[in-house]
């Protein structure tokens, strides 16, 4: 497969997703959770299943700010709101006892508080500037990896170059990704609480072990390649000579994926679907898009110094 011959190919269709997902950040940006913007959540248990519309409508009278409800897979609901006191947590389920249990064609005996907890805006401030320290130390641990991983490659690349193809790669799937989340949660009500941030950092190490098995090859096959061979050739090469092994891994965890965001539950189907586009542009962008940017990034580089060679020939 002519990979490398078609690089302005998924350039173009890279750009494009990225253009989309930046235009989405822009128009529905990221509707930050409890755990984010602070909130009170409340499990609230019954012994047999429920609806989520149900429940929104038996609670209208409480005058509940910014409430969302979702269902669990436990017979269970998930009730969020902005932070409450703990009498009005005693008056959600007073009052879903009450207008549940008269009605005797649902068949709602039990009404029981399972779990709440309440986050204070301070606590979420904190937490979200601790989410962006995390993921741009972790960025800089990659790049640091990298360098010193492939510090002994055969030429004409450095372990630089390798570091930043990893990077562009990495703004490339996280730029997606946050744009995927978006749309999700501004078409499904999903909100960015703290799933966000733990299925980001899992993106960042997929992303990065998929181009560092590329990369590894790609420095096994410059070391016995014959000075004679083309540069393109060993890097397409050596990216088909992966290609399998990427796919099959990928494709083994995509399958997990979509089986626990249809079983799952709501509760967790935001994080797997972040986890899926994720790790689905990750493995894209380790093959398509990392590759390529180390044949890019060597030829800018020996135009720069050509042009350098004619200033000084010049003068």
Known sequence: MNIIGRTRIWYGFSLFVTGVSIVALVIFGIKPGADFKGGTLVEVGFNTSVKAGDIQTSLKDLNLPSLTVSNTNKNS?????????????????????ANLTSNLEWGITEVTEKQSQTVGPAVGDNLARRAIIAVVLAVIAIILYIAWSF?????????????TATIVALIHDIVFTLGFVSVINHYYGFEANSYLLVALLTVLGFSVHDSIVVFDRIRENLLHASRHNALETIIND??????????????????????????????????????????????????????????????????????????????
């Open 77 to 97: 609901v998930l009730i969020k709101t902005s932070p409450i006191e703990r009498d009005r947590i005693d008056a959600i389920v007073a009052t879903l006892r």
């Open 151 to 163: 510090r002994r490659v055969q030429r004409p690349f450095s372990s630089w170059t390798m570091s």
């Open 238 to 315: 050596s990216v088909n000579q992966t290609l399998a092994r990427s796919l099959n891994t990928s494709l083994t965890v995509i399958l997990v994926l979509l089986a626990l965001s249809s079983i799952g539950g709501s509760a967790i189907r935001p994080f797997v679907l972040t986890l899926l586009a994720g790790i689905a542009t990750g493995t894209y962008s380790s093959i398509f898009v990392a590759s390529p940017l180390l044949i890019t990034i060597n030829n800018i580089r020996h135009r720069r110094n050509r042009g350098e060679d004619k200033k000084i020939s010049n003068s």
